[in-house]
């Protein structure tokens, strides 16, 4: 009874032994199934604009000389931008999940440059800057507001700022004047009108200033009244930024109206008269005006004399009676142009001593100067006005005295 006692205890020992050492290996398995060696780094960081780094770098001490591997695709990772990248890297046989941080870390780089300008002017940061880079890109401020308000020299700091907050400082000057010059208004020329007619006071008149270019010119011309003969004076003016300001003055000469204009179908009928006499048929536009020009200087005797009141009744007075002054020539050879067909403009001598009057006409498209006027020996005399061009007319003027100063507001250019 002893003995079948033993062997029963003998037999469940065993059972127990062999029980305990599966647990034991079954313990052992799940331990070495979940036990992973701490080989590699939870992070690794690199500057923005490198590559991105090699897996040998996530590796701990203790895993150097292990093999270790990108599971992940690191070449999908924009090195270039800031931020946190989770990467998976496998050594021997266990997986790590690791961060690839991308940090920027370098200041931007850049260079100023100077700026010179007037006070009260508004700079923008970006005037001083000749160049700047990061990686992460670049914001341009001032580290403080240029002072606008006085002229000399000062040093402007800007700011240079990347996107992950780094900062560069430059340095560059600001040199500020003050501008006290005034515009300066051209074109601003006396004008002489029939009265009745409209007249354009800001044709060819300009204003330019020193810091500002063009300025708008401003025009009173209140005093003005083109319906009654008269001379009349108007006011230009014009204003820059900084306020100075600058004014001219031009007389308006409104004349009457023609005194004689019930004579008009007389002198239209005289002209025609003398159109058919030069017998222009089959001539070309410049011969038909070559004739008409001679017929008036060999029909005309000049006596200084003229009603410079109606251009109908000196017309009709150089074709009945041949004499007269400038006046009565321009008048005549006008009316003959315009009895043949031709445009006019009439045209009267700026300044000098004595007024002189002639016509520009239109030629093939062409607009030139005519004059049949005779002139005495002091004005070179065989020098004929006959289709010239302002330029012609500027030298002869500048050899004699202005004798052919005009204002060529409102009037064509020639070639």
């Given at each position: 009874m002893r003995k079948k006692r033993g062997k029963?205890?003998?037999?469940?020992?065993?059972?127990?032994?062999?029980?305990?050492?599966?647990?034991?290996?079954?313990?052992?398995?799940?331990?070495?199934?979940?036990?992973?060696?701490?080989?590699?780094?939870?992070?690794?960081?690199?500057?923005?604009?490198?590559?991105?780094?090699?897996?040998?770098?996530?590796?701990?001490?203790?895993?150097?000389?292990?093999?270790?591997?990108?599971?992940?695709?690191?070449?999908?990772?924009?090195?270039?931008?800031?931020?946190?990248?989770?990467?998976?890297?496998?050594?021997?046989?266990?997986?790590?999940?690791?961060?690839?941080?991308?940090?920027?870390?370098?200041?931007?780089?850049?260079?100023?440059?100077?700026?010179?300008?007037?006070?009260?002017?508004?700079?923008?940061?970006?005037?001083?800057?000749?160049?700047?880079?990061?990686?992460?890109?670049?914001?341009?401020?001032?580290?403080?507001?240029?002072?606008?308000?006085?002229?000399?020299?000062?040093?402007?700091?800007?700011?240079?700022?990347?996107?992950?907050?780094?900062?560069?400082?430059?340095?560059?000057?600001?040199?500020?004047?003050?501008?006290?010059?005034?515009?300066?208004?051209?074109?601003?020329?006396?004008?002489?009108?029939?009265?009745?007619?409209s007249i354009s006071y800001r044709a060819g008149v300009t204003a330019a200033d020193n810091r500002d270019g063009e300025v708008e010119v401003q025009v009173d011309a209140s005093q003005v009244d083109l319906d009654t003969p008269g001379v009349y004076t108007v006011v230009y003016t014009a204003e820059d930024q900084a306020g100075n300001r600058a004014w001219e003055t031009a007389l308006v000469t409104v004349e009457p109206e023609d005194t004689a204009e019930e004579l008009r179908p007389e002198m239209e009928e005289l002209a025609r008269e003398a159109v058919e006499e030069c017998d222009l048929d089959g001539m070309s536009s410049r011969n038909q005006l070559y004739t008409m020009f001679w017929y008036v200087k060999n029909h005309m005797n000049y006596t200084g004399t003229s009603d410079k009141t109606s251009q109908i009744h000196e017309a009709i007075q150089g074709f009945t009676e041949g004499q007269g002054d400038c006046f009565t020539y321009f008048s005549m050879l006008k009316a003959m142009m315009e009895a043949a067909g031709f445009e006019t403009r009439d045209v009267t001598r700026q300044g000098g001593e004595t007024r002189h009057f002639w016509s520009l006409v239109l030629v093939d498209g062409e607009w030139y100067h005519i004059d049949s006027c005779p002139r005495n020996d002091a004005h070179n005399p065989s020098w004929y006005c006959f289709l010239r061009t302002d330029a012609e007319l500027e030298e002869f003027s500048q050899q004699y005295g202005g004798y052919y100063n005009f204002d060529h507001t409102g009037l064509p250019q020639t070639p």
């Open positions: 029963r205890r003998k037999k469940r020992a065993a059972f127990l032994l062999s029980g305990l050492v599966l647990i034991l290996a079954a313990g052992l398995v799940a331990f070495l199934r979940l036990y992973k060696p701490d080989l590699v780094r939870e992070t690794v960081t690199v500057e923005a604009g490198t590559p991105a780094a090699e897996a040998a770098a996530f590796l701990r001490e203790e895993g150097e000389g292990q093999e270790i591997r990108y599971l992940s695709d690191v070449s999908a990772i924009d090195c270039t931008i800031p931020g946190s990248y989770p990467v998976e890297l496998q050594v021997g046989r266990y997986h790590y999940h690791s961060l690839l941080e991308v940090v920027d870390t370098v200041p931007p780089e850049g260079s100023s440059r100077d700026v010179a300008g007037w006070v009260g002017d508004i700079f923008w940061p970006e005037a001083f800057l000749e160049s700047a880079s990061d990686i992460s890109g670049v914001t341009v401020s001032f580290r403080r507001e240029p002072d606008r308000s006085q002229p000399g020299i000062q040093t402007v700091e800007l700011l240079l700022t990347d996107g992950a907050g780094n900062q560069t400082v430059l340095t560059a000057r600001l040199t500020l004047q003050t501008d006290g010059e005034a515009p300066v208004i051209t074109g601003a020329l006396d004008q002489t009108v029939t009265a009745g007619d």
